[in-house]
Structures are given as C-alpha cells and as structure tokens.
Nanobody, 121 residues
Framework: QVQLVESGGGLVQAGGSLRLSCAAS????????IGWYRQAPGKQRELVAT???????NYADSVKGRFTISRDNAKNTGYLQMNSLKPEDTAVYYC???????????????WGQGTQVTVSS
C-alpha cells in the first residue's frame, strides 16, 4: 500500500502565498501525479489544477494566474504554488495520483488525506 501525504497548508492573510506538497509514503514503480482538488465547507470537491494525460496543465478559472501546479514524477511528488490568496480559497486541499507499487501490481488511483488552507481577510 502507499499513501499520499500532503503538507504546506496553514493560515495566511489575504494576498499571501503558500506552497503545498504531495509525496508518496514509499517508493513506487510508477507514479503519475494528476493534480489538486479542494473542498470548502458545505460544498462539493472541485478541481483546482491538474495535468492532462499529455502533460498540459488545467486550472479552475478562479485560480488561473495565481496558482501554479508542478510535479516531479521521478521523485513521487507534486506541488501547488498558491499566490495572491483570497478568503474564497479557504478549503481542504487534496492531491491525487495514479501509483503502481511494483512492476507486477495494478496501477491504482490514490487521494491524499487533505491539508487545510485558511485565508483570512
């Protein structure tokens, strides 16, 4: 089994920045970081930023120009740089990746446990 471990969340004032990280808890035969999602209280989980199968990036309109997604699949990690944060960015942020633990194992989709981002006005 493998877990995705997120870090970097916290409390920040509006206009500030945070950098989220997502790392696999163990080495993997293959790791494909897909992206970041978030869920605010009383709302459904929504896409924040993802990589397409071709490697291009996709962003929610609400974060375009402020957030930047990146990844290092060789190091089993993904990142989300968040600048110019707004109170409406407050949510639990989840990372998502496809992981195969060994050459003979089936690739499975994993979610992180979530990290809280709170932006004060």
């Amino acid at each position: 089994q493998v877990q995705l471990v997120e870090s970097g969340g916290g409390l920040v004032q509006a206009g500030g920045s945070l950098r989220l990280s997502c790392a696999a808890s163990r080495s993997a035969f293959s790791f494909n970081f897909i992206g970041w999602y978030r869920q605010a209280p009383g709302k459904q989980r929504e896409l924040v930023a993802t990589f397409s199968s071709g490697g291009s990036t996709n962003y929610a309109d609400s974060v375009k120009g402020r957030f930047t997604i990146s990844r290092d699949n060789a190091k089993n990690t993904g990142y989300l740089q968040m600048n110019s944060l707004k109170p409406e960015d407050t949510a639990v942020y989840y990372c998502n990746a496809d992981v195969s633990i060994a050459r003979w194992s089936t690739r499975r989709n994993y979610w992180g446990q979530g990290t809280q981002v709170t932006v004060s006005s």
